[in-house]
């Protein structure tokens, strides 16, 4: 059975500065993420069953995996899909504004682009500690903006991400030092919306 693995950076360590640094992209990607996923692999040896599944399913399902394992899998499968999806909808060159599809549902469930980069970076702001801000699809099928504490995933309480920033120290903190707010502004600069529409 496969076990989980690092997806590689789909652009080089140095591609999205001067916004995000190399320093930050090596240690995140190669040290955090594979943290994660050496992680998740310990954890589902216990029950290599749940092999089968994609760290997603482990995440949907999270009530099914077994109670030994089931915070390291929240954990860990979290951090997986989270950082998976963050190096996919972050691109050199990004930044501007969405267009086609995307645009007309952010119009239409925040008033305007600017309102949701507002709303978006006062909820990154504020969650307390380590987390993640996203825009998501609702279970009812309407744009909303969420926070999480740690890893965790949407996914987990029905919700599908469309986007997330980590806001995490590991992710700022070499360059923006203490300063979070300046880093969920500077981050507009590399979203990849084509990447991002693809999930609407």
Request: no cysteine; aromatic share 12%; charged share 25%.
């Amino acid at each position: 059975m496969e076990k989980y693995t690092l997806p590689p950076l789909p652009y080089g360590y140095d591609a999205l500065e001067p916004y995000i640094s190399k320093e930050i992209m090596m240690l995140h990607h190669d040290k955090h993420h594979a943290g994660y996923v050496s992680n998740l692999n310990a954890a589902i040896e216990k029950h290599p069953d749940l092999f089968s599944k994609s760290a997603e399913d482990l995440l949907i399902n999270l009530n099914d995996v077994p109670e030994d394992i089931r915070v390291a899998v929240r954990n860990n499968a979290g951090g997986h899909v989270n950082h998976s999806m963050f190096w996919q909808i972050m691109a050199p060159n990004g930044g501007g504004e969405p267009s086609g599809k995307l645009a007309e549902e952010i119009n239409k469930h925040f008033g305007s682009f600017s309102e949701f980069q507002e709303k978006f970076n006062d909820a990154g702001a504020k969650r307390f500690g380590s987390g993640w801000v996203w825009l998501v699809k609702t279970k009812e099928g309407k744009l909303d903006i969420i926070s999480t504490a740690n890893q965790d995933n949407p996914m987990t309480d029905g919700h599908f991400p469309i986007m997330g920033n980590d806001v995490w120290e590991h992710a700022y903190y070499l360059q923006y030092k203490n300063v979070r707010a300046d880093y969920l502004k500077a981050w507009w600069n590399v979203v990849n919306w084509e990447e991002v529409s693809k999930r609407i």
